[in-house]
C-alpha cells in the first residue's frame, strides 16, 4: 500500500504561528462543519458504544461533535498532517468537549498497522476530492482491512461523467462507476445512496444526494 503522499503533506502543511488560520483553512460552512456529520451518521446507525474511525479528519472541523458523542476511546482519526492533528485540543475546547479522540498521522494507507483494530463505521470526507486516480486503489484496499464484516464505509466526492477522473490535488472529481469498479478490486462493495436534492452550501455541484453534507456520498461494505 505505498503511495506517494508528499505533495498532499505539502498542501495541508500548518505551523503553530498559523493555528488561528488552520482551523478556518480545511472546511467549507460553519453550521455543516458544527452539526451535520453528526446528523449524518447518527441517521445511519452509529451508536455511542461503535468504534469510529475519521479517515482524514483535519483537525475535527467536521466531526468533533462525534468525539462528545460516542464513548470516551471510540474516537479514531487520521490524517496526513502533523500540523492540522496538533490543533485538535484547540478545536475540542473552542465545543467544550471534554472527551478525547485517538489520532495518527498517515505516512501511508497501511490503516491496520496504524491502529491495529477494526471499525464499525468509517467517514472519509473531502479526501476523495484531494486525491489522483492512482491514489485510490490502495486506499480503499487501506479502508477493507480495518472495516469490520458487520461494518460501513462513507466517502463523500465530486462526481464527474467523465471516463475516470479530471482535476487535481487541489480539487478531484471522480467517475462513480470506476470508484465502485475499483471498491470491488480491493474488497469493497460501493454504492450510492438513493437522494437528489439542491446542493444548500453550494460547493462545486449543484445536486447531492444527502443534503446536509454538501458532497455527494457514497457507502461501501466488505464484498
Partial sequence: MNVDLTESKKAYEFTSKSVDDALYAVGANDVMEVESQLEFV?????LPT???????????????KIVQYLDEGNFYGADISEGLLDIIPKRLAMLNITRSP???VINDYDFLN???TKFHFILSVSVLTHMLPEMVPPF???????????GVFYFTLYPTNENLHYGNIDLSF???DWLIAEGLK?????????????????NYIQ???????GQWVMKGTLS
Fill in 207 to 213: 445536486r447531492v444526494n444527502v443534503p446536509e453534507m
Fill in 42 to 46: 447518527k441517521n445511519r446507525g452509529l
Fill in 50 to 64: 461503535h468504534k469510529f474511525l475519521d479517515l482524514g479528519c483535519g483537525c475535527l472541523r467536521g466531526s468533533a
Fill in 174 to 176: 471522480f467517475n462513480k
Fill in 186 to 202: 480491493a474488497g469493497l462493495k460501493i454504492e450510492d445512496i438513493p437522494g437528489d436534492y439542491p446542493n444548500k452550501f453550494k
Fill in 140 to 150: 480503499f484496499a487501506g479502508v477493507a482491512k480495518v472495516l469490520r464484516g458487520d
Fill in 114 to 116: 496504524l491502529f491495529d
Fill in 102 to 104: 485517538i489520532t495518527k
